[in-house]
């Protein structure tokens, strides 16, 4: 069965620091994964998606994210921080299964701070 | 822009009332799911529609049921609701699988509480 790991339940960064936020999944084959972000009060919004081809994924708002096989990793990155990016972020996978069904880790709730 | 619509934000039920969440989407997707957001324990997926008419159980479908008759409609009931069923309910949809997995597109979520 397919899992998703996020070991950070709550990271705070200052603004114009960089982020990264960890994520493992698990998987027999080549996952499809997903970042999603929930703004306080609002539904989930894409960030970027991961099905193949180049490992480095570039996302909205200035995110990318990085899959490596070898390490069953595929974490969030984002260069400078901004206030606005205070939220929660969930890391998914998908495959198993041909009517999508979409495995979400438990999230990061991300604290910015001036 | 897709658009997701959850029919209220927020609800107050008492337990053992029959509970209907409705989820309309406008971009004629195929697929619909309903989830449940709980802290700490993230997204479960509670029922799935492929098409009219279909569904397929979730991880956690045990209390709830789902009526799809049209395909821009997908409803949630809670036939008989506890307190254990109070949580955030996220409605999603998607275009049909091909070769890769599409996004899903959420609504806002309604915050259900159970008395």
């Known amino acids: 069965a397919q899992s998703v790991t996020q070991p950070d339940i709550h990271i705070t960064v200052s603004e114009g620091a960089s982020l990264e936020l960890r994520c493992n999944y698990s998987?027999?084959?080549?996952?499809?994964l997903f970042w999603y972000v929930q703004s306080p009060g609002q539904g989930l919004q894409l960030l970027l998606k991961?099905?193949?081809?180049?490992?480095l994924v570039q996302g909205i708002k200035g995110f990318e994210a990085e899959f490596k096989r070898s390490q069953s990793s595929f974490n969030l990155r984002k260069p400078s921080v901004h206030w606005s990016d205070a939220a929660e972020y969930f890391c998914a996978v998908a495959g198993e299964r041909g009517y999508q069904k979409v495995t979400f880790g438990t999230g990061t709730k991300l604290q910015v701070i001036p | 822009d897709v658009k997701v619509t959850q029919s209220s934000r927020y609800l107050v039920k008492r337990t053992g009332e029959k509970v209907f969440l409705e989820c309309v989407q406008d971009?004629?997707?195929?697929?619909m799911f309903w989830y449940r957001q709980d802290p700490g324990l993230g997204l479960r997926l509670i029922y799935f529609s492929y098409d009219v008419k279909m569904k397929e159980k979730g991880d956690i479908p045990e209390g709830y049921s789902v009526s799809r008759e049209k395909k821009e409609r997908f409803s949630l009931i809670l036939e008989s609701a506890s307190t254990n069923q109070t949580s955030m309910y996220l409605c999603a949809s998607s275009p049909p699988s091909r070769v890769n997995q599409e996004t899903q597109y959420f609504g806002p979520g309604t915050r259900l509480l159970v008395l």
């Open positions: 998987y027999g084959a080549t996952p499809y």
């Open positions: 971009m004629d997707h195929e697929n």
């Open positions: 991961y099905f193949s081809g180049d490992t």
